[in-house]
C-alpha cells in the first residue's frame, strides 16, 4: 500500500472544529433521493415516512382550544401531566400492567425519545444488537458515544421475523442492549408476542437492556395481535419502550412522542432531556392528551385504509418483474427483493430519473438487505397504481443478469 | 487516607448500565427548589425563567390557522421554508448582512440549537471559555463530549461586563471555542458593541469559535443598543448564533428556535438534527412566520412592561438590607449579592421555607457569585412587592456575619 492509498483527504477535508463523534452520522440515504426528487417534475412519492391521512379533527381542535386559551408556557419537563396520566392509564390497560406517570417522559417525537435512549446507555466498549435491515437511526446514535453495534440479519424468507434462538444465541457477556422495532421500519415485520417473550426474558436474566421502538404500534392488520414488549416484561428495570402520536394519529409534525422506563430510569432521563430540548411543545401535548381520551374510531378506520392499500401493492409489486414480497402485517411499507447482487440504491436512482418514482434501496438499512427497495403506501392506491404503471414496464425492460 | 475515604458508594450506586458522560449533568438547582415550593402553600415565584405576558393574538392564530388548514406533517428538516426565508430577512435587516435561508437551522426551542452547536464541537482536551455566572446548560453539554470547560469570572462591581481584555488574555492555543449569552441569565448584563466586536474579531484571528446565546435579544432597556454578534463579525465561519421566539414572543411552550452560522455549519447540523430530534413542531413553525412578518408593537409594549417592573424590584431590592445590586439592562432578572461569604442557596431555601418567596441561588450559575440571588421579575409589579413585604422584615432578622 502506498502512501496515497490512504485516505488522507477525508481527515484533511473534515474541518476540525467537529467533535470527531459527527463521522458516526452517515449521509441521509432518504434525504439524498428526496432532494433529487424535489428537483425533478411530475414525481410519484413511495418514499414518504409519514402518514398522508389527515389528522383527527377532534385532535387538532383540542391543540387549537389549548393555544387559544393561552397555553403557550413551558409545561413540566417530565411532560404535561394530564398527558402523564393519560399515557399512563392508556398503557395500563393496554399491556395490562401498572404505570404510574413517573413511568413516562414526554417527548420531541419519538426521535428525540431514541436518541435519549440510546445515547444514555451507550458508552465505549459497550455491545448493541441491532436487527439488519434497521431504521437508520439507531447505529450511529449508538457509535456516536462509542457503542459498538453488531448486527442480526432478517430474511425475505421468512418474512423477516426475528428467531429468538438466533437472538438469544447473539447475546455474548458484553451486550448490553438490543434494538427492537416491531412493526419494523422498513420490513413491516410484526414479531409475535412467543418471540418477544422469549427474547426480553433471556434479556432480563443476563441483564441486557432492551430498547423498543414501537412507533408503528396502532398500524398491524390481518387482526393480528399487537404484542407491545411492555406487555412481555415482568418489570422495567431492563426495558424502555417509545412510541409517539405521529404515525397512529398522522400529527407527525406536532412533534410529540414519550419514553416509558424504570421511575429510576426516567428520573435520570428527565435531567438528560432538560438540556437537549428542555421539554415538548404544549398544543401538541393538549393534542395528545384528546387523542389518547378521545373516541378512536379515526385509529379503526386508518387501519382499514392501511390494509387495503397493503393488499394492493402486493398485487402490483407480484405483477412486477425482478420484485418479490412477502406479506408484512404492519407499518406502511412493502420490501420486496430484487435479484440477489443488485443494489437497491442504485436502482432507486435509475428508477426515480428515469421513470419519476421515488423508493428507498434496501442498502439505506444495513447491509444484509441491500436487493432490497423500501416502498411506502402511505399515499393512495390511485398513486400506488399510477406508479406501477410506470414501474412494470421499466422493470420488464431491465436485465439484472 | 484510608480505604473507606473512597467514594466508592458513589461508583457502586451509580447503575452501570448509564453512559458516564450523564454524570456531567449535574442535579440542577432550579428544579429543587421549584418541586420544593410544589409542595408548600401560597408561594410567591421569583424563579420563574419564562415571560408571564400572553403571547400576541395574531401569532397564536397563525398556529391555529395552520393546524385547521391541515398543517400537522413534518416540514422540511432545517425548517419551514417560509420561516427559514423570514428569519434570513429579519437577521438580514437587524444586522446589516446577508443571509440566506441556508444560513439557518430551526430547532427545539433554544436548548436543542444550543445542545447542537455545543455537543457538536466539543470534543475531549477542547478548552472552551464561560463566563461564570452563566446559564447552567453550558458546562455540561461541554463536558458531556469530553471538553474542558474554563470559567471567565465576571464581577457584580461592574455589574457582571465582560473586559474584552481579560477574555483575549484568557485565550490560550487550546481554546476551542467561547460561549457568550447577552443579555445575559442570570445577571441580565448587556454586552456593548465594543466589546464584542473586540472578542469576535480577535477570535476570528485565532480560530476560535464563538457561540453566542442571545434569547433574550429583545429584552434590552433604557434605549440601550442591541449588538447581536451577527453584527459584529466580518464572516460565519466562527460563528454560531442562537435564538427563539419563546422569551420575545411569550412563546416557551411552542418550542421554536433556531441557530444561525455558515452555509457549512447548518449542513453539517442539519444531519445532526435529524438525529436528535428530525424537526421542528409544524403549527409553532407558524405561529414564528407570523411573529416576523406581523406587526411588533407588543414587543415594544412588553419591552416597557419589564423596564417598570425592573425599576421597581431594583427599588425594593435597595430597600432591603444584605442585598446590594448594580442595574442590569437586560433580561428579566435581577442578580444582587448578599454579603460576602453567604451561599445564596442556604438562603433562598431558608427564604422559601420560612417566607414562601422562591428565588434561586447565585451558585446554581457557577463558582464566582455564590452569594448572590437571582431575583426575576416575569411577574407583576404586584407579586414583586408583595414578596419584598416578606423579604425585607426576613432579612432584618438576618444576622450574616
Known amino acids: 500500500m502506498s ?26 440515504g432518504i434525504r439524498k433521493m428526496v432532494n433529487l426528487a424535489a428537483n425533478l417534475k411530475d414525481v410519484i412519492h413511495l418514499s414518504i415516512g409519514q402518514p398522508d391521512l389527515p389528522a383527527p379533527e377532534h385532535v ?13 408556557g413551558y409545561t413540566m419537563d417530565a411532560g404535561l401531566p394530564e398527558l402523564l396520566e393519560a399515557l399512563a392509564e392508556y398503557y395500563g390497560e393496554r399491556c395490562d400492567r401498572t404505570l ?36 437508520m437511526l439507531y447505529a450511529p446514535l449508538i457509535r456516536m458515544n462509542g457503542g459498538e453495534v453488531r448486527f442480526l440479519p432478517t430474511r425475505a424468507e421468512n418474512g423477516h421475523q426475528l428467531d429468538p434462538d438466533e437472538v438469544i444465541d447473539a447475546f455474548t457477556p458484553n451486550t448490553h442492549a438490543i ?83 424504570s421511575q429510576g430510569a426516567i428520573k435520570k432521563l428527565r435531567r438528560y432531556h432538560m438540556f437537549t430540548t428542555t421539554v415538548a411543545n404544549t398544543p401538541g401535548q393538549w393534542a395528545g392528551v384528546a387523542a389518547l381520551r378521545g373516541e378512536r374510531r ?34 406502511f411499507y412493502l420490501f420486496p427483493s430484487l435479484p440477489d447482487g443488485v443494489t437497491g440504491s442504485n436502482v432507486a436512482l435509475r428508477l426515480l430519473r428515469e421513470t419519476g418514482v421515488c423508493t428507498i434501496g434496501g442498502d439505506t438499512f444495513g447491509e444484509h438487505c441491500s436487493n432490497a427497495l423500501r416502498i411506502s403506501y402511505a399515499t393512495s392506491i390511485d398513486n400506488l397504481e399510477k406508479a406501477f404503471e410506470r414501474i412494470v414496464p421499466w422493470m420488464e425492460k431491465q436485465d439484472f443478469d
Open 3 to 28: 502512501l496515497s492509498d490512504l485516505d488522507i483527504d477525508f481527515y484533511e477535508s473534515e474541518d476540525p472544529v467537529w467533535n470527531p463523534a459527527l463521522l458516526t452520522i452517515p449521509v441521509p
Open 60 to 72: 387538532v381542535e383540542a391543540s387549537v382550544e389549548a393555544l387559544r386559551a393561552g397555553q403557550t
Open 100 to 135: 404510574v406517570p413517573e413511568n413516562i417522559l414526554v417527548t420531541t417525537g419519538a426521535t428525540e425519545a431514541i436518541y435519549l435512549a440510546l445515547t444514555a446507555v451507550s458508552g465505549p466498549g459497550r455491545e448493541f444488537l441491532v436487527t439488519d435491515p434497521a431504521f
Open 179 to 261: 434494538v427492537l422495532n416491531s412493526p419494523n421500519n422498513p420490513t413491516g415485520a410484526v414479531y409475535p408476542r412467543r418471540a418477544l417473550e422469549a427474547i426480553v426474558e433471556e434479556a432480563a436474566y443476563r441483564g441486557i437492556y432492551v430498547i423498543s421502538d414501537e412507533v408503528y404500534d396502532h398500524l398491524v392488520y390481518d387482526g393480528v395481535e399487537y404484542a407491545s414488549v411492555l406487555s412481555c416484561c415482568s418489570d422495567l428495570d431492563h426495558v424502555m419502550v417509545v412510541s409517539s402520536f405521529s404515525k397512529t394519529f398522522s400529527l407527525a409534525g406536532m412533534r410529540v412522542g414519550w419514553l416509558i422506563a
Open 298 to 331: 379515526f385509529v379503526e378506520d386508518m387501519v382499514k385504509v392501511y390494509q387495503r392499500r397493503r393488499d394492493r401493492l402486493m398485487e402490483l409489486v407480484d405483477a412486477t418483474p425482478h420484485l418479490t414480497c412477502y406479506k408484512p402485517q404492519g407499518a
